[in-house]
Nanobody, 116 residues
Framework: QAQLEESGGGLVQAGESLRLSCTASGTFSSINTMGWYRQNPGNERELVATIFSLSITPNYADSVKGRFTLFRDKTKNTAYLQMNSLKPEDTAAYYC?????????WGQGTQVTVSS
């Protein structure tokens, strides 16, 4: 099965940028979907952005379109989420996600806090 390791969260001010990284290891199919979800306490986990391994076009939540960019380095099994023009409402725990024919996998989460 896949293991996902995230990095890059932190505390920033509104308008600043952060880049999250997620590296997959272990056993998983090269045909997969990777991406990011986020969650605040008491709320459901929501999609931020995902990309299919055979596609070049990510899928974004409307709330992050034009500000966040998801891209993959397949040679490193790593997905990156570049987050620009951050807003306080982007504050959440961000979880890396991978889905293949065997199942769904999640990282441990990394906290992003945006102060106003």
């Amino acid at each position: 099965q896949a293991q996902l390791e995230e990095s890059g969260g932190g505390l920033v001010q509104a308008g600043e940028s952060l880049r999250l990284s997620c590296t997959a290891s272990g056993t998983f199919s090269s045909i997969n979907t990777m991406g990011w979800y986020r969650q605040n306490p008491g709320n459901e986990r929501e999609l931020v952005a995902t990309i299919f391994s055979l596609s070049i076009t990510p899928n974004y939540a409307d709330s992050v379109k034009g500000r966040f960019t998801l891209f993959r380095d397949k040679t490193k099994n790593t997905a990156y989420l570049q987050m620009n023009s951050l807003k306080p409402e982007d504050t959440a725990a961000y979880y890396c996600y991978l889905r293949d024919s065997r199942g769904n996998y999640w990282g441990q989460g990394t906290q992003v806090t945006v102060s106003s």
